[in-house]
């Protein structure tokens, strides 16, 4: 039963498109994040939403809009993709920070590929 | 600014050698520190963390880190290496700034010998 899932694994697109990658984490975690992996491995967090509460949003292009439907689900979206989007995009789950950082679950990736 | 350093991007190893990945890091306070193991095309998993206490903290698949204050360092070891030890390591720190943030390093990767 997999704790953090997150779909697709692959996707592959051209610029300019639009996508989505889902995820959805059955732990009971209230705190999820999206971080991005680059080519070189560098972690880098993206985006935090505790309760559904964006609490993170780091540098990152306006074309990214995370979503929390519920505090088990955040889900990235992209607009206007770009080749430098082409990264491993990692969804991970923790619970409450107020609590101290604690362990991150994290999903398998999904790896972005731009044409 | 809070930031981990990993000095060794790629480390080679013989099978039943053992192992030491370097991780220095730069915290203005008492930091949480922590060890990620990815093996290829999965997420990351955690193999041990520190928040206080004893400064030798043990972890799953037989791993170990030492956190010394004086040196900003959190180095991970394993007394003997096995050929499915071989993947990417993340060392990690925080929290940053109050929202539980982790800042990882760059990255280790361990290649095994037979």
């Known amino acids: 039963d997999t704790a953090v899932s997150q779909t697709p694994k692959y996707l592959v697109t051209q610029m300019g498109n639009d996508k989505s990658i889902k995820c959805e984490q059955n732990?009971?975690?209230?705190?999820m994040y999206w971080y991005k992996q680059d080519s070189k491995k560098f972690l880098k967090i993206m985006f935090s939403y505790n309760n559904k509460e964006l609490i993170i949003n780091e540098t990152v292009p306006n074309r990214f809009s995370p979503k929390s439907p519920d505090k088990a689900h955040l889900n990235l979206h992209i607009n206007s993709l770009e080749l430098g989007d082409s990264a491993v995009y990692f969804c991970a789950s923790s619970h409450t920070f107020t609590l101290g950082p604690g362990e991150l679950f994290f999903g398998e990736g999904s790896r972005l590929t731009v044409l | 600014a809070q930031s981990v350093t990993q000095p060794d991007i790629h480390i080679t190893v013989s099978e039943g050698a053992s192992l030491e990945l370097r991780c220095n890091y730069s915290?203005?306070?008492?930091?949480?520190l922590f060890w990620y193991v990815q093996s290829p095309g999965q997420g990351l998993q955690l193999l041990l963390k520190y928040f206080s206490g004893d400064t030798l903290v043990q972890g799953i698949k037989g791993f170990e880190a030492e956190f010394k204050r004086s040196q900003s360092s959190f180095n991970l070891r394993k007394p003997s290496v096995h050929w499915s030890d071989a993947a990417e390591y993340f060392c990690a720190v925080g929290p940053s700034g109050n929202t539980g943030k982790l800042i990882f390093g760059q990255g280790t990767t361990l290649q095994v010998k037979p």
């Open positions: 732990l009971g975690h209230d705190t």
């Open positions: 915290y203005g306070a008492t930091p949480y």
